[in-house]
């Protein structure tokens, strides 16, 4: 899945906190990336971007087009794209709400009680990109745009964004801890480590018993 992808390639490449040449960055590099499909995303992590008091740029990406023979299904989930990045940009502020409330008979006990947990901060950065029709084309130049800004955002960090060393001290231990696993003696590992170990064989998963 593109999600998944863009995970791999942006946090991988530049998820760095040293320079090229070695020195110690006083910036902050790669983000953290997730994404999802279609309202999957919107019931799953959109609340955080609206109501958080992070500011979590955002990527929307909508084919015009569907490939589908649901047509107004597909009409449904563009504008469903579209009034997320409005939302995100205007927000709605308290005394919105509260106008909103009254106007459905909400008392104005209930206003002042329920007003705060439906305002939305507002002002928050969204890109939409916009696609003609989802095709091997439109896919591959999208691909190259994430690319290209990937490997610009390394220039301006001043990383190294072909190298994954980050990756390899999680190996080295995976292979101590299968050798403990197969009753290696390990002291060196954490008590911790240890624990979690003992707890898998426990459970016959020991060399001895496959």
């Known amino acids: 899945a593109l999600p998944g992808y863009l995970q791999q390639t942006d946090m991988e490449s530049n998820g760095k906190s040293v320079s090229k040449s ?18 999957n995303g919107q019931h ?5 971007m609206h109501q958080s008091d ?3 740029p955002t990527d929307f990406i909508v084919a015009l087009k569907g490939r589908s023979q649901y047509t107004e299904n597909h009409k449904v989930l563009v504008a469903n794209c579209f009034a997320q990045s409005e939302a995100l940009m205007q927000g709605k502020t308290l005394a919105q709400v509260k106008a909103e409330l009254l106007e459905s008979g909400y008392t104005s006990k209930e206003v002042e009680r329920l007003a705060p947990h439906k305002t939305m901060k507002g002002n928050t950065p969204s890109n939409t990109l916009v696609m003609d029709q ?21 220039v301006l960090w001043q990383v190294n964004s072909f190298d994954q060393w980050g990756v390899e001290l999680g190996k080295q231990l995976g292979s101590r801890i299968l050798s403990a696993i197969d009753g290696a003696e390990d002291d060196l590992l954490s008590a911790s480590s240890q624990s ?3 707890r898998f064989k426990a459970g016959g998963n020991s060399k001895k018993n496959r």
């Open 54 to 56: 992070d500011i979590i």
């Open 196 to 198: 979690l170990i003992a």
């Open 22 to 39: 070695g020195d110690k960055l006083s910036w902050l590099t790669a983000p953290v990336v997730f994404g999802q499909e279609g309202t």
């Open 44 to 48: 799953a992590f959109m609340q955080l």
């Open 134 to 154: 989802l095709t091997p084309e439109s896919m591959g130049a999208l691909l190259a745009l994430y690319e290209h800004k990937i490997f610009v955002q390394g």
